[in-house]
């Protein structure tokens, strides 16, 4: 089986580099502008609750039919949530949980660990029921930390979590065979769905 996982286009606080999260941002109409259509055409994507996922499946995928999974949403950053880092420089909530690589809680969010943990786990589901289901193919545009989450956990060869951060609107191309005996996925290539990258 063939495993897509996307990242969503481009939206307003992506450029300005503030923490999403949770927030329901939808896309810019510059990042709807820039999404190509993909070159293959499934029956089904499924995506997360956040409209910034829906927006560019449809795009992406426009006779697919869409299925929301909440557990797919990105990371809660709670209080750090629509600002960025140089609205924080001086915010000591902010400079403590960089300086813990990122792993402590967001105040009134998600520990790094369990954002993990609810990602993957809703993964592994996704892609234990394909296989049951005798799919050849599972497709899921989400977001850059469900990303991070399940390649660093489940990817072949093996990066830490920050690497795995794909562009938006890009994302990874997965062989899942080695899946049922191992729980491993192997990298076939990267994939970008944008209008100035033809690949």
């Not at 300086?99 to 993964?123: H, I, L, S, V, Y």
Request: proline letters at 5%; hydrophobic letters at 35%.
């Amino acid at each position: 089986m063939i495993i897509y996982l996307l990242r969503h286009g481009t939206t307003i606080y992506n450029v300005e580099k503030r923490y999403q999260g949770q927030r329901n941002i939808p896309l810019s109409e510059e990042g709807k502008a820039n999404i190509r259509q993909a070159d293959f055409s499934p029956e089904v994507v499924y995506v997360s609750p956040l409209i910034r996922t829906q927006q560019t499946a449809a795009i992406l995928f426009p006779q697919a039919k869409q299925i929301v999974v909440e557990n797919l949403k990105e990371m809660n950053f709670g209080s750090f949530e629509g600002r960025n880092y140089i609205e924080m420089e001086h915010d000591p909530d902010y400079l403590a949980w960089v300086k813990a690589n990122c792993e402590t809680a967001c105040p009134d969010g998600e520990r790094k660990d369990q954002f993990c943990d609810r990602t993957c786990a809703a993964f592994a589901k996704l892609v234990e029921e394909a296989f049951r289901q005798g799919k050849e193919q599972l497709v899921i545009v989400a977001h850059g930390g469900t990303q991070m989450a399940v390649m660093e956990r489940y990817a072949v060869p093996h990066h830490e979590y920050y690497h795995w951060c794909a562009p938006n609107a890009g994302g990874y191309k997965l062989d899942a065979s080695r899946w049922p005996q191992e729980r491993v996925l192997t990298l076939l290539e990267t994939v970008q769905y944008t209008r100035e990258n033809r690949r």
